[in-house]
């Protein structure tokens, strides 16, 4: 397995330095362009990892704690991978632990919460640690897999706010583990090195995907839009000084039935998508689904597959002490220069898509495509010329 993950890193190296590729099959996709921090490397390593990337979950615990999540709303990708993970449609499934490069832990953070903790009487996160810990520590005392790596080729999946605190108790435990979350906030631990930040995306049931990706259009009559809960400080920021008072800023707490959301996303040049109680929202993902420049207003949010892509390609950061500048700072870029970025979020749907069973280059191969970087220990914004 180490030659394996050796020649793979080779491989790598050589794409980047040579601009070029070896295909292992015929190619549907090829990535290029400015959306990606290093095509070349991007793609042979998507390809190694399609190759040689093979995770296995653990057998061990019991429904509905481990082994079945949400698959709707808010935290439904939590319940998606778990399934998709464990289904034998998974390119991703050893059939082996042994023949395995990664190990998946099966936990379900949404129904930990959902079934041990009602009635809602108690929030300490006590009792969420111990249930992971221990089931680590069963797995740990049946497998060699956990103590030879101490966890560092071990991952879980989770959107729930909780999740960075399964680790809390026990840092030193988890100090190598691989914490795929949604809140991937940098200054509460959330370390880029070895964690992976996942989009956070609301699912309808049964429905995986918008009916319909928004284009690319210059016909857009709204500067900016928002419209959200009053969550968290940056929000109530955001209101203070733009809600309701502003033609071209157009940010609501709620919108009124008569007006539509998404069609709303869809006239605007820019969607604001300010932190909430936590960093992440589905807000940026359905952004880049109305083909609406994102407008991250957050100041320590680690970006979903920042290993890969330019975010600056394709998206506006404004620091939340800029928030009163809003105006200011969007009416300076130009219309070339906004034509620009959105024809590139266009570029960037595929890769925030969800299929089942997943696709390549879609949303959960880009996950797992993280989680393979962390295995592997390759940076590819690392190997620019």
Sequence with gaps: MQNGLARARAAIQQASRSHTYMPNKEESFVPRGSIYINPF??????????????????????????????????YSIEGQFIDELESDKSPFAASHPDDAVAYFIPVSIVNIIRYVYRPYTD????????????????????????????????FFVSCHDWAPEVSAAHPTFYKHFIRVLCNANSSEGFHPVKDVSMPEIYLKRMILRPPQL????????????????????????????????????????????????????GQSKFCLCPSGYEVASPRLVESIYSACVPVIISDHYVLPFSDVLDWR???????????????????????????????????????????????????????????????L????????D
């Design 313 to 375: 390609q394709f998206s506006v950061h404004i620091p939340v002490e800029k928030i009163p500048e809003i105006k200011k700072i969007l009416q300076g870029i130009s219309m070339e220069e906004y034509l620009e970025k959105q024809k590139r979020v266009v570029q960037v749907q595929r890769h925030f898509l969800m299929n089942r069973p997943a696709k390549p280059f879609d949303l959960m191969h880009m996950v797992m495509h993280s989680v393979w970087l962390r295995r």
């Design 41 to 74: 490397a991007f793609h042979q390593s998507h390809i190694q990892m399609e190759k040689r990337f093979r995770v296995w979950a653990y057998k061990e615990g019991e429904q509905p704690l481990f082994h079945r999540g949400p698959m709707n709303d808010i």
């Design 377 to 384: 220990n390759i940076r590819l914004h690392e190997l620019q």
């Design 214 to 265: 928004s284009q690319a259009s210059n016909n857009r009559s709204i500067l900016a839009f928002f419209a959200g809960g009053p969550h968290g400080f940056v929000r109530e920021l955001l209101f203070r000084y733009w809600k309701h008072k502003d033609d071209d800023i157009q940010v609501h707490e709620y919108l009124p039935q008569t007006l539509n959301y998404t069609q709303l996303m």
């Design 123 to 154: 929030y300490s996160r006590k009792s969420l640690q111990n249930i992971v810990k221990d089931y680590i520590d069963l797995i740990s005392s049946r497998y060699p897999y956990w103590n030879r790596s101490n966890g560092a080729d071990h």
